[in-house]
């Protein structure tokens, strides 16, 4: 059975806020395979890696956030399955065609063999817009300890343990 490949960039954040001297982090579980992670998404058109992160963390966790420094903490790659839908896309995004996942391959996606390189920054938290996007179920501030037991992919798991480094 021959599958397509397709190559995906995307971007995101490990989001911290200090509360009272405690560092805390952002996961949000995701609505579609229903597991904890870091919020990320595609770059779109003519979007940088930093302002994919600062956009997808405020699209997915509902937080405005800003990228500490220029270099990211960490990217990753990884390869997985599912089936693709295409839809037009918005206004906003010049009417580009948006692809999102009809069924991951924890369901039964096996269309489309997809290769995945995830760009991630350290972010600090600024403000809260009030609740998670349509892609997370939940979002919850957590200390290192609990944010590494919940992440549910090794790889995101890694990101997390550089962005303590970073802070120290």
């Known amino acids: 059975m021959n599958k397509a490949v397709l190559e995906e960039v995307s971007a995101g954040g490990v989001v911290y806020r200090l509360d009272r001297g405690y560092c805390e982090f952002l996961i949000g579980k995701h609505s579609g395979y229903h ?32 990228v500490v420094g220029e270099a990211p903490v960490k ?27 009809a069924k991951y391959q924890e369901e039964g996606g096996l269309k489309t063999r997809i290769h995945k390189k995830v760009v991630f920054y350290l ?27 919940r992440l549910e992919f090794e790889s995101e798991r890694e990101v997390l343990r550089e962005a303590k480094v970073v802070l120290g």
Do not use: C, H
């Open 75 to 101: 990217t990753i790659e990884y390869w997985y399955y599912a089936d693709l839908e295409s839809k037009m896309g918005t206004a906003a995004n010049g009417g580009e065609t948006e692809r999102r996942v």
């Open 35 to 66: 597991k904890w992670v870091l919020p990320k998404g595609l770059v779109e058109k003519g979007e940088s890696y930093i302002e994919t992160a600062v956009r997808e963390v405020e699209e997915e966790v509902g937080v405005v956030a800003r």
């Open 123 to 149: 972010m600090e938290f600024e403000s809260d817009l009030g609740q998670a996007g349509w892609e997370m179920t939940d979002r919850e501030w957590v200390g290192y300890e609990e944010a590494s037991k």
